[in-house]
């Protein structure tokens, strides 16, 4: 039985790259920490020069990484992003329904979840959007 909140499309629901962080993997940490507090979502999504995904850092990544890896705070924030990233993150693509992408958000405890189409980076789904759209949706 489908409901009225899987009716809503993943690219309606999903924020659009100038929305949220996307950054190259070479951009160093401190900078990766800047773009992620401009946007307050507490996740980047790193992409090589032709758009293609290659990872994502969270607020949650780095906060474990400082408590595992023995070296100066300081010494972090010159590191290319990509080496604290999640290499293979758990993504969708944009016809994914909404009931399956809430499901695996829960399933796997995540936020957010990249947004792709032939492994290039559309969009991101994220936490709060869904819960909006399907507080609306049941109003």
């Given at each position: ?5 899987d ?79 999640i ?10 329904s ?42």
């Amino acid at each position: 039985m489908s409901t009225h909140s899987d009716q809503l499309e993943i690219t309606k629901l999903m924020l659009t790259l100038e929305n949220f962080p996307v950054i190259t993997e070479n951009t160093i940490l401190k900078v990766a920490l800047d773009e992620m507090d401009k946007f307050r979502l507490g996740v980047a999504c790193i992409v090589d020069f032709k758009g293609q995904l290659l990872g994502i850092i969270t607020d949650g990544d780095i906060r474990r990484k400082l408590s595992l890896v023995q070296k100066p705070l300081s010494f972090f924030f010159v590191d290319d992003v990509i080496l604290h990233a999640i290499h293979n993150p758990v993504t969708i693509i944009k016809e994914t329904s909404l009931t399956e992408a809430t499901n695996l958000m829960y399933e796997k405890k995540i936020w957010d979840l990249p947004v792709i189409q032939d492994n290039h980076l559309i969009g991101l789904l994220h936490m709060h959007s869904v819960a909006h759209a399907l507080i609306n949706a049941n109003h």
